[in-house]
């Protein structure tokens, strides 16, 4: 099928790092998106990744591995304003987007 | 980089009528979707806005019930039609620029839509 699976909900500590992960299908593959959704709010763009790799962006890096289908998203220095959802969605060849669940996070003090 | 609008932002509307949403990018881009989020739900998205062309509706969303038009290549409608307070949902408008690598996904702002 064409399953994006990432954990439903995740909790950490302010100032710690907190790793969302992110299985999806490989055929078709044609990149993977990271989103951040406040509720309430529509999705913010973190990241697009199509090659293997680690890419960073601030306080934010995004780990893909296309053989095994999949991704991480690593956030650092946490803040309390980054409990949110966390949505990871894969680009198929057909430009359709195919999304998971989000992970929510909440940010404890 | 693309900015859309979305008009209404919000609105409230009763059972059987129906809302007309219109997106605005500011550039042209590559394709355009409609997408929805109901509350406590994922994404979900409706279908893909073909310029000059019918609409490529996801499996569960029909031509009937979600009209889609996309004049040009920077504008497009979605009507909600004979609304019901199940269609109480977040509606958004996506356009993706580019393509392949340098591909990007914007959204719009949303357009939170209330059936009493």
């Known amino acids: ?93 057909n430009y359709q987007l195919i999304w998971g669940a989000g992970t929510k996070l909440i940010i404890k003090p | 980089s693309a900015v859309i609008s979305q008009k209404p932002s919000r609105d409230i509307c009763q059972r059987g009528t129906s809302l007309t949403i219109q997106c605005q990018v500011d550039s042209q881009v590559t394709m355009m979707f409609w997408y929805r989020q109901q509350p406590g739900q994922s994404l979900t998205l409706i279908a893909t ?11 569960g969303f029909v031509i009937d019930k979600f009209p889609i038009s996309r004049p040009n290549l920077t504008f497009s409608t979605l009507t909600v039609s004979n609304m019901s307070p199940e269609d109480s949902s977040i509606y958004l408008c996506s356009v993706l620029t580019g393509t392949g690598i340098g591909s990007e996904q914007f959204f719009g702002p949303g357009t939170r839509l209330t059936v009493l």
């Not at chain 1, 790793?19 to 078709?28: F, H, K, L, R, V």
């Not at chain 1, 973190?46 to 090659?51: A, D, E, G, R």
Request: proline content about 2%; some cysteine.
């Open chain 2, 49 to 59: 806005a073909n310029q000059g062309s019918e609409a490529t509706y996801e499996s």
């Open chain 1, 1 to 93: 099928g064409q399953n994006i699976d990432q954990p439903t909900e995740m909790t950490a500590t302010e100032g710690a790092i907190v790793q969302i992960n992110c299985t999806y299908q490989t055929s078709g593959f044609n990149g993977l998106f990271w989103y951040q959704q406040h509720a309430g709010e529509a999705p913010t763009f973190l990241s697009y990744n199509v090659l293997d790799g680690l890419e960073e962006k601030g306080r934010f890096s995004s780990f893909l591995s296309r053989s095994k289908g999949y991704s991480y998203l690593l956030l650092k220095e946490l803040q309390m304003k980054d409990s949110a959802s966390y949505l990871c969605a894969r680009l198929d060849s």
